[in-house]
C-alpha cells in the first residue's frame, strides 16, 4: 500500500513536470507550427538562470520565475520575429516551412547548448532547496517534491484560464484551430505567432526553474526534456494543451511505476506507448 | 469599393483577368459566373488572402490591394467562407465574439460582448449560443459564418455560397437576413449558384466567365444578355 502511495505520489510529481515541459512545446507547435527542438536548451537555460540567482544572491528560486520568465519570453518572441517568420516567409509552403522550421530549431539548439557550455562548462550543477523529508500515509517524500508538484499544477491552470478567458487566450486557441479564419476576422496572426513562440519560452522558464529545485543538471541535458516533452505532446495530441497535460500525468505515473522496478526501461516504456497509440490512435488522446 | 484592373494568374493561367468592379454604399451587388469563372479568387484577392498580380482595389479613399488579410478586416471588410470554417473548439458565441473582439479596433472586451449578444439575437442564433458547431444544424452553421464575419462591423460583407445546401424555405430565410444586413447599411457581395435567390435580392449583378468580366448590370438586364444565357444560365 505505502508504495502504491509512493508511486502514485511521485508519478503525480513527475507528471506535472512532464505536463509543465509539454505545454509550452505544444503552444509553440500548435500554433507557429515549429517543433521547437532547443525547447529544452530554454528549460536548461532557465535552471543556470536560477541556479546563478539562488547561489550568488541568496533569493528564493522561486521569484526566479520572474527574471528567467521574462528573458526567456523575449528570447522566444524575437526569434519568431526575425528567425521564423523569415523563414515562413521564404518557405513556399505549410509543409515545407515545418520541415525548414525543425532544421533552424536543431541551429538554434546548437547554438545554444554551446553558449551555455563556454558560460557554465559541462559538469552536473545543482542547489539544495527543502531538502528534508515529509511522510504522507506511511510513505516518505522530498518536501521539494511536492512543493514542485504544487507550482506546476498552479501553472497548468493558470495557462489553462489565461487560453480560455483573456483575449489574447483566445486569439491563440482560435489561431491553433484555423489560422485563416482567425486572420479573416482581424488577428494579427503573425504577432500571435511570435507570443505563441513567447509563451513557449515563458513555461520552458516555468519548468526550468521548477526542475533546478528538484534535480541537478548541466548544460547537456537539454536533450532529454525535448524529448520527453515531444512523447508527451505526440501521445496528447499535436497542438492539444490539455492533452499533453493528461498525457504528461499518464507518463508521469506508469514512468515512475517503471522507474522503481528498473530505471533503464523507463524510456523503452515511453517509446512503445507511443507506438502502441501511434497504431491505435494515430491524433494522440486528445487530437483533432 | 472599387476594383480596377484586377489581375491574377496561376501558372500562366489568367484566373482573375482586368477586372473592374464598383459597390456603392449599401447596394447588394451579386457576382456570378460558371464554376471556375474566378469568382472565389476576386474575394480572395479582395479580402487580401491572395495578391493581385495586377491592378488596384480602392476602398473608403484608400488603397487595400497589398494588406494583410487581417488589416482588410479591421478595415471594414468581412468576409464568409465557401465550406464554412468554424472554429470547432469554441461555441457557437464564442465563434461571434471572435469577430467582435478583433474584428475592430479599439473595443473594450464588455462592448465586444454586447456586440456578439446583439449579432447573435440579429442573425437568430442566440438560441445555439451555448453549443458547439457540430452540434447545430448546417443552416445555422451557415448563419453563424455570417454572424461571425457581421460581429467585425463590416462596412462591406462578402457572402461566398451561403445559401449553398439549403431548403427552399431556408433559402427564404437567408435571403431575408441578407436584406436585414443592408438596412443596417452594409453593402453586400455575394457570390450565389441558387438564381432566383440572386435575381431577387441584388440591386445589380456582375459575371465572371473565365477571369473576365463579361457582363454588368440590373438583373433584369442580366437575365436579357445573350453572352451570360449562353455561357451561364445554357448550362445551368
Known sequence: MTMVLTILINGLVFGSVYALLSMGLSTQYGVARILNIA????????????????????????????AAGAILFVIGFALHRTLFKRVRDISPNAAAFEGD????????????????????????TGYSFMAYPVSIGGAQFQA??????AFAAVICVLYNLFLSHTRTGKSIRAAAQDPVA????????????????????????????????????????GLNYTVIAVIVVVLGGLGSIRGSILSGFILGIVGTAVNSYDPSIMLVVFYLIILVLLIVRPKGLLGR | MSGRGVSISFGGMKAVDGVDFDLREGEILGLIGPNGAGKTTLFNIISGFLQASGGEIIFGGGKISGLKPDKICRAGIARTFQSARNFPGFTVRDNVLMGALFGKPGKTRAQAERTADSTLEFTGLDKYAGMYVSDIPLSAQKRLEVARALATEPRVLMLDEVMA???????????????????????????????KA????????????HGRLIADGAPSEITENKQVAEIYLGEA
Not at chain 1, 115 to 124: A, P, Y
Not at chain 2, 175 to 195: C, F, N
Not at chain 2, 200 to 209: F, K
Request: charged content about 15%; hydrophobic content about 55%; proline content about 1%.
Open chain 1, 39 to 66: 525547447h529544452g536548451e530554454f528549460i536548461v537555460l532557465a535552471s543556470f538562470i536560477t541556479w546563478e540567482l539562488v547561489t550568488d544572491l541568496g533569493v528564493h528560486p522561486l521569484t526566479a520565475i520572474a
Open chain 1, 101 to 124: 522550421a525543425i532544421l533552424v530549431a536543431f541551429g538554434v539548439y546548437f547554438i545554444l547548448q554551446n553558449l551555455m557550455r563556454i558560460k557554465w562548462g559541462s559538469q552536473t
Open chain 1, 144 to 149: 521539494r517534491s511536492l512543493f514542485v508538484f
Open chain 1, 182 to 221: 482567425a486572420r479573416m476576422l482581424g488577428v494579427k496572426i503573425n504577432r500571435v505567432m511570435a507570443i505563441c513562440f513567447g509563451i513557449g519560452g515563458f513555461l520552458a522558464a516555468c519548468a526550468g526553474v521548477l526542475i533546478s529545485m528538484n534535480q541537478t543538471f548541466s548544460s547537456v541535458t
Open chain 2, 165 to 195: 445546401g439549403l431548403n427552399p424555405a431556408e433559402v427564404e430565410d437567408a435571403m431575408a437576413l441578407v436584406r436585414e444586413i443592408r438596412g443596417r447599411g452594409v453593402s453586400v457581395i455575394m457570390i450565389e449558384h441558387v438564381m
Open chain 2, 198 to 209: 440572386i435575381m431577387s435580392i441584388c440591386d445589380r449583378i456582375i459575371a465572371l466567365h
